[in-house]
């Protein structure tokens, strides 16, 4: 794994470099036409494609632990809810989404970007396994662990808020969730997923921030908990 995260930081690198020139013509160019002309529309359509293989950039330089990161204490539920909307436009409209704070939670210690990657894998996720349309809810909730009712689903002892996103999709076969978070692991087509949404998510939370991340499938869908560690302000 660490070979790999070399070679994938290696190539974000270098993609990056060409993805910036890529953009920064078109751009340019966006701005020289007047939005009637012929090209326009496919120079919007260069920008947008640039734009989400940036997002690709970020996630392997995120795996590879190469991205640069500016933890700061928050209010999770604050937090959440200032990036809800980004969420309700991501996930489209044939998808409820339903957001359930919990009250007096303990502050958190994380990147806002990165807090913002970690739901956004989630979601997406979450409204890929609803093709037809469904529920996807949000909870946050404070929750304790000591040495006795520690179990492998849970984190280490300790005070945690609990984040759970579950959805009422057409959930994961055993097989399919023995290995959903694994590095490059993916059920969709060639060209509709890279496989590094989950276990980047991961990556965030477990190793960078002391927490946990685990998938429970559910008799109507699938969850996934994300325990992230009470941080003194």
Same mark, same amino acid.
């Given at each position: ?68 990161? $500016?933890? &700061? +204490? ?6 959440? *809810? ?6 309700? /436009?991501? !996930? ?67 005070? $945690?808020? &609990? +984040? ?6 057409? *959930? ?6 023995? /290995?959903? !978070? ?52």
């Amino acid at each position: 794994m660490e070979s790999v995260g070399l070679l994938a930081s290696g190539v974000a690198h270098d993609f990056n470099n060409k993805l910036g020139v890529i953009m920064g013509n078109a751009e340019i160019a966006l701005e020289l036409l007047d939005e009637s002309h012929p090209a326009y529309s496919r120079l919007k359509e260069i920008v947008k494609a640039s734009s989400l293989s940036a997002d690709l950039t970020r996630q392997l330089l995120t795996f590879a632990r190469k991205q640069e990161i $500016y933890p &700061r +204490v928050l209010d999770l539920n604050q937090a959440l *809810g200032n990036i809800f909307k980004m969420l309700d /436009r991501l !996930i489209g409209e044939d998808i409820k989404l339903v957001y359930e704070a919990g009250e007096n939670l303990w502050p958190v210690k994380i990147d806002p970007a990165q807090l913002d990657q970690i739901m956004a894998n989630l979601c997406v996720n979450a409204r890929d396994a609803m093709p037809n349309g469904g529920t996807l809810t949000i909870e946050t909730e404070g929750v304790r662990f000591d040495d006795g009712a520690q179990t492998a689903q849970e984190a280490p002892p300790g005070e $945690y808020i &609990r +984040v759970s996103v579950s959805d009422t999709g057409v *959930g994961m076969s055993p097989e399919v969730c023995a /290995r959903a !978070i694994e590095p490059f692991f993916t059920t969709k087509d060639v060209g509709k997923g890279t496989g590094l949404g989950l276990s980047t998510a991961r990556q965030i939370v477990n190793e960078r921030m002391g927490g946990s991340l685990t998938l429970l499938p559910t008799q109507n869908g699938t969850a996934f908990r994300v325990r992230f560690p009470f941080k003194q302000t």
